[in-house]
């Protein structure tokens, strides 16, 4: 079976993974016909509503989300303690500090090893829609992550054993994807509606969000986000006119009126918008998965067409019938390129 490079956004919230072929970026679809696949993980059976668009067990039992802000992190890492506390699974301190994710079922796991089974499961459904193997992959990080970090995440190696994908963990879980929905939803709509059936205890959870609330509560974000804007451009020395072009990445970069405001901050300057922003990532991970190696592929083929040879200057030289002096002859090695035959 012939192979292939991809290349995969492993995400927080979402991965997404893509292949370059023909000069082009195809984004490799999950089993439900998805480009985005959610960064949950159940160990339990699992079931879809095709309706709500919703995912969700019959037990909440072996469930873990949020793994990317726990991977190469120590358990002691203040940070580390302030994304749990709002967890429906135990972190528990392992082996040399670093943390542990216990779920309800008694098993436990290294942040880069459920990683991995997100990396499996998108490694599956790249081989089955290309028919090709996938020998390779580039798997992006993001820029403030330190080598320990780094590391963990190439610990996350593709070849880890199988595992279902959810993509539900408890309530709290439910309201975050809601909330992401309505994001994207309000995006292009006037209004999005919340339901969560049975969201605390046997209470419903139904109520409509507009399409101007969500910008009026989302206020002090645009503003953060301009202000982030204005520092990197500011250590970087340059200006916003020295800008020639902006991509905007992630989920929120869908939003009209952020847009809007990098827009107006870059003086009329429009996003480019021919990428969706939380595919961009993958798509250019693809493209450099395919030209890195590519360019392993040629050496290893121009390796294999070499051949060590080992020679006698002295063999060389009374072949041609020319006089030297023994004392003088040093044996070497060299690479030579040879003939196929």
């Not at 429906?88 to 500090?97: K, L, M």
């Not at 809601?178 to 709509?189: P, Y």
């Not at 970069?253 to 901050?265: A, D, V």
Request: glycine fraction near 4%; proline fraction near 3%.
């Amino acid at each position: 079976m012939p192979s292939v490079a991809v290349g995969i956004d492993l995400g927080t919230t979402n991965s997404c993974a893509a292949v370059y072929l023909s000069e082009k970026v195809q984004f490799i679809q999950n089993g439900l016909g998805d480009i985005l696949t959610p960064s949950n993980l159940v160990v339990q059976r699992n079931d879809y509503d095709e309706d709500q668009y919703q995912y969700y067990m019959h037990t909440h039992e072996s469930i873990s989300f949020d793994i990317k802000r726990l991977i190469g992190r120590n358990f002691s890492d203040p940070q580390v303690h302030k994304n749990i506390k709002d967890y429906p699974f135990d972190v528990i301190r392992g082996q040399n500090g670093y943390p542990l994710i216990k779920l309800s079922n008694g098993e436990t796991f290294l942040p880069e090893q459920l990683s991995a089974k997100i990396l499996l499961y998108l490694r599956k459904e790249a081989e089955y829609e290309l028919g090709k193997k996938v020998s390779n992959a580039v798997i992006t990080v993001p820029a403030y992550f330190n080598d320990a970090q780094r590391q963990a995440t190439r610990d996350a190696e593709i070849n880890s054993s199988p595992i279902e994908i959810a993509r539900k963990a408890k309530q709290l879980r439910l309201l975050k994807i809601s909330c992401e929905r309505a994001t994207n939803h309000l995006s292009i709509t006037r209004f999005f509606n919340v339901k969560l059936d049975a969201f605390h205890h046997e209470t419903n959870l139904n109520f409509r969000i507009t399409h101007n609330t969500f910008e009026l509560i989302n206020k002090n974000n645009y503003d953060k986000c301009l202000d982030t804007l204005n520092r990197i451009v500011r250590t970087a020395k340059l200006t916003k006119d020295d800008i020639d072009d902006v991509i905007l990445v992630g989920c929120s970069s869908g939003i009209p009126l952020m847009k809007t405001k990098i827009t107006e901050h870059f003086n009329g300057k429009k996003p480019l918008e021919t990428i969706e922003g939380d595919q961009v990532v993958a798509y250019g991970a693809a493209i450099q998965a395919s030209k890195f190696f590519e360019i392993q592929d040629e050496q290893q083929k121009q390796y294999d067409k070499m051949a060590k040879l080992e020679a006698k200057v002295s063999e060389l030289f009374r072949q041609r019938g020319w006089d030297f002096d023994e004392n003088e002859v040093k044996a070497f090695h060299n690479w030579l390129e040879c003939r196929d035959q």
